[in-house]
């Protein structure tokens, strides 16, 4: 792009969050004068959010890596890409002949899923690793919601999808899409979808710990205790399948297991199970009541339920729940996409994989894989526990795992002793600092962009390409370009001399990048050109010339169609989970109720609008205001403890303690604390100047590498129990 004065206009998708907002940027000449919503997109129709500016501060941060750089013993220095790519080949190599292909690990983060290069790169760059210790945030995520769809539906991505926009009652648990955007649910402007339910008769209930921002603008708030959801989701099970009738609707010749789940949720009365989740038998019956009568209603569950330790039952039994009223597969309930990229449905090549559980185990705990990949939550044991097999040597990809995975103390003293790391990120952060080596990709505006796994998610079927907005400097690489040469040159290594066929196949795909893919896939989908009986079906052209992107319509019910099972049959009641409801209730009998032990209190985490995990806080216009890093504590507990608003606390947990400003408030409820995650900045060796002065403590500083809901695997954040008491050297208000 030359530089000139003329002023222009660019389309492109927002890649920060799930909701893919259309953005439309104003130019002069290679200076953007504005970011604002495109109105002309149809999907998300002159949606954003405060973040969509910063995609400006992110690509002008004088802190952003923009190139290689080498850790010394006097500090950093810059590298040329040649050297620091065989540089890390031949580390990876070297450890991976001397120790065993395992002693390389790979951690991939979040914004991979949000950049259409490394979704198509990564995949056969980590086949290309060939080690099993190959860890993600899935398993600090939504692992529960991928096993629970390859067990029940046979592909990990088969993922149900709230049909927001025709629902007339939704049933919100452990999500605050006001906050986050939506997530498994990419619903650009959900405020307005949820008023809109509201407007047409409908109702909108969300279940939370905390009043959030969407419990707020909620017909009804329902506080439950910390992980007790799966009892509450149980308990609407029976009055619908034991005190009433089943009604699987059009899937009902299609569903094993039925009875099975009926006689599960025997026991799980309402009565029986309040002393636990404190949510009244009543409320737990006007609830039920309410979803079997409305016409297309859904329960939706994110975070708060996945990362607990009974996820996966939760995610299944919601599943359950909206397959049993006649919800699944059904307009105004949970339904499947149909997306114009099909990463399920569409070429084995080009998709992603079914699932697998259990090929192998984590050497130290046992744990078994998933999907190819181990919790992250057994990372740090990995390096720390001496013996064969030990992880010597990590390799990270957008990710910041010292403050997104459960005890990152923990992880950031493994790092420390790691014989050679190296991490393909544009930040030199709390995870990346003990790097020896840094790749910093292109900023978002320098690339291309296609979300291939948000399209999967979202709320209605939609297509939408943008071109790259800049076009990247010299020194500029794409993360598939790294990811491309790193595999390249590791294959080159172990066949022990340069081989020309494998050159030719390297510059061929470089050349071909991720747009022919794409291309390829486009044509090949559901709504692609080959398809199509006139021929005028999608392709990459087609989307080029339509840059707000182009409507496919609501969602359609499909899932006989796109079952993945072998039998081609729903399994309702896959036995894992079935096996599982016995350990659930073992932590909570019968007999008992939740007891408080020693002033104990649960902590659980929350999202603001302004952050994105733990990476957008260098953004001034973002972390601007009052601090955010707060713990949430109700008056009762703050007056117990002899706290004030905005006194200083230490938390302390079993794995650490952490000191943050206590922020009392109703919107808690008793016996719960709240703080955000991705915090904990300002450490030594981190060059992220704004970010570092508004450092926060992390929460995964507390939380605990030994929770997990064991099914799966994934981190059990919520619900860690603490202590809270005025920080040494503050002087506690008397309690009145
Ligand atoms: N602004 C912003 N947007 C984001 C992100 C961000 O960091 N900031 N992150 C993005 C990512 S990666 C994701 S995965 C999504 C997440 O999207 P959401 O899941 O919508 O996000 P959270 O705000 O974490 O919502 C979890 C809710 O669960 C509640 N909760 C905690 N424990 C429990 C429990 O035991 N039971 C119940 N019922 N509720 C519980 C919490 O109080 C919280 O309100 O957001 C995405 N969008
Ligand atoms: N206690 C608690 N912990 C949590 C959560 C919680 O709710 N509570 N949420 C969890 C969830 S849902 C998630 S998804 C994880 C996130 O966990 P992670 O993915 O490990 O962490 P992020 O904070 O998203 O960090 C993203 C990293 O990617 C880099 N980056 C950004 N864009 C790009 C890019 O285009 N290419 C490359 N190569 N790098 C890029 C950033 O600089 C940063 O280092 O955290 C989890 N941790
Ligand atoms: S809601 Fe998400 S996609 Fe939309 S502008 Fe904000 S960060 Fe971007
Ligand atoms: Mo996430």
């Known amino acids: 792009m030359t530089a000139s004065a003329a002023s222009r206009v660019h389309f492109r998708t927002c890649n920060l969050c799930e909701a893919m907002c259309g953005l439309r940027i104003e130019l002069e000449g290679n200076r953007i004068t504005s970011i604002r919503g495109d109105e002309e997109d149809p999907f998300s129709r002159g949606h954003i959010c405060p973040k969509a500016l910063a995609l400006q501060d992110l690509h002008e941060d004088p802190d952003r890596l923009r190139h290689p750089m080498r850790r010394t013993a006097s500090g950093w220095e810059r590298v040329s890409w040649d050297d620091a790519l065989d540089e890390t080949a031949r580390r990876i190599h070297a450890i991976q002949t001397e120790h065993g292909r395992d ?302 995975t459960p005890n990152g103390a923990q992880l950031d003293k493994a790092l420390g002793g790691l014989d050679f790391m190296v991490s393909i990120d544009p930040y030199l952060n709390e995870t990346t600092r003990h790097a020896h080596l840094i790749l910093p990709p292109v900023s978002p505006l320098e690339r291309s962009h296609y979300d291939i796994a948000f399209h999967a998610l979202a709320v209605r079927n939609t297509a939408k390409y943008s071109p790259a907005l800049f076009e990247p400097g010299p020194d500029g690489r794409h993360d598939w370009q790294i990811f491309l040469a790193l595999q390249h040159r590791l294959e080159t290594l172990r066949k022990g001399r340069p081989s020309v066929r494998s050159l030719l196949k390297y510059q061929a795909v470089s050349r071909l990048g991720p747009e022919r893919v794409l291309d390829l896939g486009l044509r090949l989908g559901p709504h692609g050109a080959r398809f199509h009986p006139l021929k005028q079906g999608l392709t990459l052209k087609k989307l080029r010339e339509a840059p707000h992107g182009v409507d496919l319509g609501p969602l359609k019910p499909c899932l006989l169609q796109r079952l993945q099972t072998k039998d081609r049959r729903v399994n309702l009641a896959p036995e894992p989970l079935v096996a599982d409801v016995k350990r659930l209730a073992e932590a909570f009998p019968a007999a008992g109720a939740h007891e408080v032990r020693d002033g104990e209190l649960l902590l659980i985490g929350r999202r603001h609008l302004r952050d994105n995990n733990s990476w957008m806080h260098n953004v001034s216009g973002l972390v601007k205001g009052k601090p955010r890093c707060t713990l949430m504590m109700h008056p009762e507990d703050a007056a117990r403890r002899g706290l004030a608003d905005g006194a200083e606390v230490t938390i302390t947990s079993r794995v650490g303690a952490v000191t943050v400003p206590v922020s009392v408030t109703n919107d808690v409820m008793p016996g719960v604390v709240s703080l955000p995650h991705g915090y904990g900045h300002g450490r030594q060796g981190t060059r992220l100047a704004v970010a570092g002065e508004h450092a926060g403590a992390s929460i995964n500083d507390l939380t605990d590498d030994k929770a997990l809901d064991v099914l799966s695997g994934n981190a059990a954040f919520s619900g860690t129990p603490v202590q809270v008491r005025p920080a040494a050297s503050a002087s506690a208000t008397p309690a009145a």
């Open 103 to 404: 002693a390389v690990a790979a951690y991939l983060g979040n914004p991979n899923v949000h950049n259409l290069g490394s979704i198509m790169f990564g995949p056969q760059f980590l086949r290309a690793l060939r080690t099993r210790n190959r860890y993600s945030a899935t398993s600090v995520d939504q692992l529960p919601h991928q096993l629970v769809a390859y067990l029940m539906f046979g592909h990990q991505l088969l993922v149900p999808i709230p049909d927001i926009d025709r629902t007339r009652y939704m049933l919100v648990m452990g999500a605050n899409p006001l906050a986050s955007n939506g997530s498994l649910m990419t619903a650009p402007d959900v405020r307005t979808r949820l008023r809109a339910i509201q407007q047409r008769g409908g109702r909108v209930v969300v279940v939370d710990p905390r009043r959030t921002e969407t419990a707020r603008i909620a017909d009804s708030h329902v506080f439950i205790r910390p992980g007790t959801d799966a009892l509450l989701l149980l308990a609407l099970l029976h009055v619908a399948l034991v005190e009433g009738t089943p009604r699987p609707g059009h899937l009902a010749a299609h569903v094993d297991g039925l009875d099975t789940v009926r006689a599960l949720a025997r026991d799980f009365t309402p009565e029986r199970v309040a002393p636990h989740t404190g949510v009244p038998a009543d409320v737990v019956r006007g609830i039920a009541r309410d979803f079997l009568a409305a016409e297309g209603a859904v329960c939706y569950g994110r975070m708060g339920l996945s990362t607990q330790p009974f996820g996966s039952l939760c995610q299944w039994l919601i599943n359950v729940l909206n397959t049993v009223t006649g919800n699944l597969d059904h307009e105004g309930g949970a339904m499947f996409t149909q997306p114009a990229f099909d990463i399920v449905g569409g070429p084995k090549a080009l998709g992603i994989g079914r699932g697998s559980i259990g090929r192998w185990k984590s050497r130290v705990r046992g744990l078994p894989e998933f999907g190819g990949e181990l919790p992250s939550a057994v990372l740090a044991e990995e390096m720390l526990t001496p013996g064969d097999g030990r992880i010597r040597a990590l390799i990270t990809s957008a990710g910041n795992p010292v403050l997104s």
